[in-house]
């Protein structure tokens, strides 16, 4: 069965700082991973799609990539802001499944 | 542009009630429909997904049970909720086939005490 898992847990930055969230998976059998951003107490926002032929993709301050063979993926942010704060989902899409991580939950320091 | 409208936002229920947590979307024909459970620092869980009227299938054993009536609609029920039902209840929907991008509605947040 496939195992997402997000390092770190939390992260805490001040604001302006780039950085680097990590995902894992544990099977390369993907058909696409994605990356959500959610807010305390609300739903999932979709933030990058990544088809497993591709590498990598961008999206304003954002870029993801993708390395399937290894079974890794990260988001980058570039520039912090205090809005980024949020928990960060990375999911990877099997057949019929979006299997989640627990997150990375982003505190940015103003 | 689809939108995926879920009520109510927030429920208190006792132990042993029933429930019924509906999903529609608009925008879109033919959705794949989803529902998953974020359970208190836990993950995401598949718990059922459509892809048409009348199919579900489910990902994990329980007493909830779901319902697709109409094309754009999705439902959750349970006839006697239990403590470890509380969570947030998430429905999701995307394009048929596989690796479409999921979007996802506002949740439910479900306490039952």
């Known amino acids: 069965k496939q195992e997402v898992t997000q390092i770190p847990a939390a992260l805490s930055v001040p604001e302006g700082e780039n950085l680097v969230l990590n995902c894992s998976f544990t099977?390369?059998?993907?058909?696409?991973l994605q990356w959500f951003r959610q807010d305390p107490g609300k739903g999932l926002t979709s933030l990058l799609l990544?088809?497993?032929?591709?590498r990598e993709q961008t999206s304003g301050r954002l870029n993801a990539s993708l390395d399937k063979s290894s079974g890794r993926s990260t988001l980058y942010i570039a520039a912090s802001q205090p809005g980024d704060s949020a928990t960060y989902l990375c999911?990877?899409?099997?057949?019929?499944?979006?299997?989640f991580g627990t997150g990375t939950r982003l505190t940015v320091i103003p | 542009s689809q939108t995926i409208h879920q009520w109510p936002a927030t429920l208190v229920q006792p132990v042993g009630s029933p429930l019924s947590l509906e999903c529609t979307v608009e925008g879109t024909s033919n959705p794949n429909l989803y529902w998953y459970r974020q359970a208190a620092g836990r993950g995401l869980q598949l718990l059922f997904y459509s892809v048409g009227i009348g199919q579900i299938s489910s990902e994990v054993p329980q007493n909830l049970s779901a319902s697709r009536p109409q094309d754009r609609q999705f439902i959750l029920s349970s006839k006697k909720l239990l403590l470890s039902d509380s969570g947030f209840y998430l429905c999701a929907w995307s394009g048929t086939g596989g690796g479409y991008e999921q979007y996802f509605g506002p949740g439910t947040r479900l306490t039952v005490t």
């Open positions: 999911a990877v899409m099997g057949a019929n499944n979006l299997f």
């Open positions: 099977d390369s059998a993907i058909y696409n």
């Open positions: 990544i088809q497993s032929s591709q």
